[in-house]
T-cell receptor
Framework: DAGVTQSPTHLIKTRGQHVTLRCSPI?????VSWYQQVLGQGPQFIFQ???????GRGNFPDRFSARQFPNYSSELNVNALLLGDSALYLC?????????????FGPGTRLTVL | DQQVKQNSPSLSVQEGRISILNCDYT??????FLWYKKYPAEGPTFLIS?????DKNEDGRFTVFLNKSAKHLSLHIVPSQPGDSAVYFC?????????????FGAGTQVVVTP
């Protein structure tokens, strides 16, 4: 079975540009979460979507947005990129929302902002 | 506000011996805890989890212990193998974020030597 897939693998952008990252969850999983991991830290929660609705949002500015499609895939959008947005962006899927619910991660998208 | 802490950034252990990784948390509302392993250029891989109603969970070479009164959990790997060399993250969810947002520690780099 295919795991969580993310595209692209790597991305280089310049300050002020916009970026869209994509994620396909494990088949049958209806919840997708996005995390940002900067070097030396653990992943930080950005968003969770379940059944196409936003269930939670982390402490990130409004430049970050996301959506989930009817096939449960998801996009993360970041506007007006800053140097500090350079990070590994991870997508995780799970069967449902809520606690007691393992999240399975994709390989991530490495974003570099110059 | 770092609610999940892994105070040991690195751990070196001999092949065949026990690896013990520690994690502390501050939010008493957390009710579900997970351990993930991460290799470079890959996303975190789910290892094992424990709910707050238990104090121990085993899966093969991996055992997680939870001490709720001390707000402390640990992961034991026995016996350690060279393939266990990776960064290990402790994560927690629960409380007001009942929709399953994970909060991660900063990780512990484990190196298993021959």
């Amino acid at each position: 079975d295919a795991g969580v897939t993310q595209s692209p693998t790597h991305l280089i952008k310049t300050r002020g540009q916009h970026v869209t990252l994509r994620c396909s969850p494990i088949s049958g999983h209806k919840s997708v979460s996005w995390y940002q991991q900067v070097l030396g830290q653990g992943p930080q929660f950005i968003f969770q979507y379940y059944e196409k609705e936003e269930r939670g949002r982390g402490n990130f500015p409004d430049r970050f947005s996301a959506r989930q499609f009817p096939n449960y895939s998801s996009e993360l959008n970041v506007n007006a990129l800053l140097l500090g947005d350079s990070a590994l962006y991870l997508c995780a899927s799970s069967l449902r929302t809520g606690s007691y619910n393992e999240q399975f991660f994709g390989p991530g998208t490495r974003l570099t902002v110059l | 506000d770092q609610q999940v802490k892994q105070n040991s950034p690195s751990l070196s252990v001999q092949e065949g011996r026990i690896s013990i990784l520690n994690c502390d948390y501050t939010n008493s509302m957390f009710d579900y805890f997970l351990w993930y392993k991460k290799y470079p250029a890959e996303g975190p891989t789910f290892l094992i989890s424990i709910s707050s109603i238990k104090d121990k969970n085993e899966d093969g070479r991996f055992t997680v212990f939870l001490n709720k009164s001390a707000k402390h959990l640990s992961l034991h790997i026995v016996p350690s193998q060279p393939g266990d060399s990776a960064v290990y993250f402790c994560a927690a969810s629960g409380g007001t974020d009942s929709w399953g947002k994970l909060q991660f520690g900063a990780g512990t780099q484990v190196v298993v030597t021959p």
